[in-house]
């Protein structure tokens, strides 16, 4: 589909309201995955057959998908509007899922960076515990556990030998101050 000479990709569905403040909760389309989206970049609600442009303001996850805030959306019946619309982002934003996997044996010594708390160790160890794998840090003289899941793992970088994550609120909280 295109929108003023831009061609726009079906990336992603709207399921429902989050919360009271405009949030929506969205679900990505094979192929497609969480790391398409970022603060500040265009996105576009596909409503009766119209992409409207929004910007993002915020992204967390929950409950397994992401949420994000939508500039001029700021009431859950103001999002409520949108559910079920389709999610699309212009051909520059787009990147599929990457086909070559890392081992995680391999990861084990990547230093671990979390967008609130910066480095919390290096990978020591994995666990692929079946439908929950995780990976464990040192940090503090303290075990931290993090589930090694899309929704958290932002960024591996094979070159710097790091991983970027974004932990769910309270997380690394448990771990620190037992």
Same mark, same amino acid.
């Given at each position: 589909?295109?929108?003023?000479?831009?061609?726009?990709?079906?990336?992603?569905?709207?399921?429902?309201?989050?919360?009271?403040?405009?949030?929506?909760?969205?679900?990505?389309?094979?192929?497609?995955?969480?790391?398409?989206?970022?603060?500040?970049?265009?996105?576009?609600?596909?409503?009766?057959?119209?992409?409207?442009?929004?910007?993002?303001?915020?992204?967390?996850?929950?409950? &397994? $998908?992401?949420? /994000?805030?939508?500039?001029?959306?700021?009431?859950?019946?103001?999002?409520?509007? %949108?559910? #079920?619309? +389709? *999610?699309?982002?212009?051909?520059?934003?787009?990147?599929?899922?990457?086909?070559?996997?890392?081992?995680?044996?391999?990861?084990?010594?990547?230093?671990?960076?979390?967008?609130?708390?910066?480095?919390? &160790? $290096?990978?020591? /160890?994995?666990?692929?515990?079946?439908?929950?794998?995780?990976?464990?840090?040192? %940090?503090? #003289?303290? +075990? *931290?556990?993090?589930?090694?899941?899309?929704?958290?793992?932002?960024?591996?970088?094979?070159?710097?030998?790091?991983?970027?994550?974004?932990?769910?609120?309270?997380?690394?909280?448990?771990?620190?101050?037992?």
């Amino acid at each position: 589909m295109k929108f003023d000479e831009l061609e726009l990709f079906e990336v992603a569905n709207v399921l429902k309201p989050h919360g009271l403040n405009g949030y929506i909760s969205i679900k990505t389309i094979e192929n497609y995955s969480n790391k398409n989206f970022n603060i500040g970049m265009p996105v576009f609600l596909k409503t009766e057959g119209i992409p409207v442009p929004f910007f993002i303001e915020e992204m967390k996850s929950s409950g &397994g $998908n992401l949420v /994000l805030k939508l500039k001029n959306i700021s009431s859950s019946e103001q999002a409520a509007r %949108f559910r #079920n619309s +389709t *999610i699309m982002i212009t051909e520059n934003n787009l990147i599929e899922n990457e086909s070559e996997e890392i081992p995680q044996s391999e990861l084990i010594g990547y230093a671990v960076y979390d967008a609130k708390y910066g480095f919390i &160790g $290096n990978i020591s /160890l994995f666990n692929d515990i079946p439908g929950n794998p995780v990976f464990e840090t040192t %940090f503090d #003289n303290k +075990t *931290i556990i993090i589930p090694f899941i899309e929704q958290i793992v932002i960024e591996i970088n094979k070159d710097t030998k790091t991983l970027k994550i974004s932990a769910p609120d309270g997380l690394i909280d448990i771990y620190l101050n037992q």
